[in-house]
């Protein structure tokens, strides 16, 4: 894409040069700040920033801090551009920069700008660059590194002239729409792949590996039909609960990730507990030994130790006493009719907090084919699993590619590094 002609120093170290005829101006010009105040609750269409994008949100639902009246928030209106420049030295991972799109309210923790004599959209992704840049970050005062409109302006804005900052709206609209319908395709690709994998699971550990075997009822309802050689037995014949406890607390901390399984602290990104005293009592897992998180068993947190540990002591620990394939198992009861099941047998007093017992998990049925056909049934599962892993990454990379091409494209436009006037 072709760049201006003739360029200048804009005297901004973020910004480099840019284009001989654009102005580098201060926010307090093209900026007034607003606050109006919903007196006797004029406005009811509360808003919400999400992500970089201001939102609908049920006035109904208690999501976060809300307050009991909603007289103390702002009124915006289309145009309006919202920053949410709290806590800057706690979250730097945020979108704070949104625009409005429709009338409402929004808390007033937020600031309110009104672009003047500026094109809104063109500003508005000029503070997006910002943004993403991180700029605000090292702008902030106080503890929180919390920043108002006094702080920001003097703010640097670059100013094209108006019908340059409608040209380059307009064309970041035309290329972000592709953009954006691109990752949305490639995403949905990604479900789909999701969706085939878990049918490929479900299939192999419910059916088994022959379309051709012949089949016969279960026995159990929600379990159907199942190969005629495999039998069904209740999980109190094939596992027992283990409860042995740690005395030194020094053993590897494992903790339960719904992603990645049984994993250590460090592999999850997170500080091991400070002292081993506050593990001292925890449960010991073996190699083989399956994990259950009791408060998730409705989410299918089911998980095998691949190496010896301690967890725990709200997670049970079951050891088989039969031979058997435990990938398997962990296979099974991840699928959505043993999930089911779990949410069926779970029981508590508030939805959220209901727990899988252990008697309650005993009584459920397993599927048992012969050991060495669980072995056949997780190896094509594992080789199944890898390929389509294999193709969710390849996606996931040109989605991560295309992003950074987004990001680029929206920071040369705004800041005069390619011109698009003719585009």
Request: with cysteine; hydrophobic share 40%; glycine share 6%.
């Amino acid at each position: 894409m072709k760049r201006y002609l003739k360029y200048k120093d804009s005297g901004v170290q973020w910004l480099g040069y840019i284009p001989e005829h654009w102005e580098v101006i201060p926010a307090f010009v093209v900026f007034k700040e607003q606050c109006f105040r919903n007196k006797n609750l004029v406005e009811k269409n509360l808003l919400s920033l999400s992500y970089g994008k201001i939102v609908r949100k049920d006035f109904g639902v208690n999501f976060g801090l809300l307050p009991e009246s909603f007289e103390t928030y702002q009124i915006v209106i289309p145009g309006n551009i919202i920053l949410r420049l709290t806590d800057l030295q706690n979250d730097k991972k945020s979108l704070r920069v949104g625009l409005v799109k429709e009338k409402g309210i929004i808390t007033s923790a937020y600031l309110c700008l009104q672009p003047q004599n500026i094109f809104e959209k063109y500003v508005y992704t000029f503070l997006h660059n910002y943004d993403v840049l991180k700029v605000f970050y090292n702008m902030g005062s106080g503890v929180r590194q919390n920043m108002t409109f006094k702080d920001l302006k003097w703010l640097p804005i670059l100013v094209p002239p108006l019908s340059e900052q409608k040209k380059i709206a307009c064309f970041l609209d035309s290329k972000l729409e592709e953009i954006d319908k691109f990752i949305s395709n490639k995403q949905r690709l990604i479900e789909l792949l999701k969706e085939q994998k878990t049918a490929i699971i479900n299939r192999a550990v419910t059916k088994g590996l022959n379309p051709h075997a012949p089949m016969k009822p279960s026995g159990i309802e929600w379990l159907g039909d199942i190969p005629a050689h495999w039998e069904v037995k209740r999980n109190k014949y094939i596992f027992r609960e283990i409860n042995e406890r740690s005395e030194t607390g020094q053993e590897t901390y494992l903790a339960m990730s719904q992603r990645l399984g049984l994993v250590t602290r460090s592999q999850l990104g997170e500080q091991h507990l400070s002292t081993s005293e506050n593990q001292i009592g925890y449960k010991l897992c073996q190699v083989n030994d399956l994990v259950l998180n009791k408060l998730k068993a409705y989410l299918g947190v089911f998980c095998k130790a691949s190496i010896p540990g301690l967890v725990s002591p709200d997670y049970a620990v079951f050891r088989a006493i039969l031979n058997i394939e435990v990938d398997y198992f962990e296979y099974l009861f991840k699928t959505p009719d043993y999930i089911a099941e779990f949410n069926r047998f779970s029981t508590g007093i508030v939805i959220g907090f209901f727990r899988l017992y252990t008697p309650d998990f005993y009584n459920i049925y397993s599927l048992f084919p012969p050991f060495d056909e669980q072995n056949k049934i997780v190896q094509y599962i594992k080789n199944e699993s890898f390929i389509v892993n294999q193709a969710i990454a390849t996606i996931e990379k040109e989605i991560e590619l295309i992003k950074e091409y987004r990001t680029t494209l929206i920071s040369e436009a705004v800041t005069g590094k390619i011109d698009v006037r003719e585009t």
